[in-house]
């Protein structure tokens, strides 16, 4: 089976947006079975709607969809209060994580205040210059060992350079931190993570309605250097395991 770990839906407040329905059209088409898909930043800022409507959508298609929250850590215990609502109400099975877009550094101490008694995987847009760039996440990552950590863009944007190096550096020293593959268009990158640190590292992510769901899964599924095994634990079977495997809570709760 093949799992999407990363997908939108909504109307975003920077002018990109997906339906349910185009959302799973674009899965359809590109042969993926089912797609993790968290909330896009509406005009209105208000996270708790497209929360709810995230978890509409995979209340409405259970087999397709799994959904993530989205809150804005500034908020306090706004913030708390909304993850806690989101994950124990209405079902959401883990939380997504937008420094750029809400402006806050990811090893800020409001996310250390929100991250205290969570459980479930967390995803952080990743790469993002002065607030999500790879040793920043490697660092949320090595503060919270009980978490997966999931970082998007392969852990950098340009997949070059020093940014390259740091995300190789925060894999290394962080056993609990993964990558996404949305958007990397080196597919020697990909082998590389999958050959220094395991296949298990990587996940296969579209990002739609960002990038298109046919061109991205062939970034792996087309890697010349990747056998079978390897190609099945980044397509889905990653994150079967990482992200789709159990129904959680917020707060930590005896036996969990």
């Not at 929360?51 to 809150?71: H, I, K, Q, S, W």
């Amino acid at each position: 089976m093949t799992v999407d770990s990363l997908t939108f839906v909504g109307e975003s407040i920077f002018g990109v947006g997906a339906t349910v329905e185009e959302l799973l059209a674009q899965l359809d088409a590109a042969g993926i079975e089912r797609a993790v898909v968290c909330p896009l930043k509406p005009r209105s800022y208000r996270l708790e709607e497209a929360n709810e409507t995230v978890a509409a959508a995979a209340e409405r298609y259970p087999d397709r969809l799994v959904g993530f929250a989205r809150v804005d850590p500034n908020l306090g215990d706004d913030a708390c209060r909304e993850l806690d609502r989101a994950t124990n109400e209405l079902g959401l099975r883990g939380l997504f994580l937008h420094p750029w877009e809400e402006t806050f550094r990811v090893h800020d101490a409001c996310v250390e205040s929100l991250l205290e008694d969570m459980t479930l995987p967390v995803i952080v847009a990743a790469g993002y210059p002065w607030v999500s760039e790879g040793l920043q996440v490697g660092e949320l990552a090595r503060r919270h060992t009980r978490l997966t950590v999931v970082a998007t863009n392969g852990c950098q944007i340009n997949i070059s350079g020093l940014g390259q190096v740091d995300a190789e550096l925060a894999l290394a020293e962080n056993p609990n931190l993964v990558v996404q593959t949305t958007g990397v268009y080196r597919e020697d990158f990909i082998e590389g993570v999958a050959a220094r640190f395991g296949a298990e590292r990587v996940l296969f992510a579209s990002g739609f309605p960002f990038f298109e769901p046919r061109l991205e899964v062939l970034r792996v599924r087309w890697a010349p250097n990747l056998d079978e095994h390897d190609r099945a634990l980044m397509l889905g079977g990653n994150a079967e395991r990482l992200l789709l495997g159990r129904v959680g809570r917020f707060r930590a709760e005896p036996g969990w």
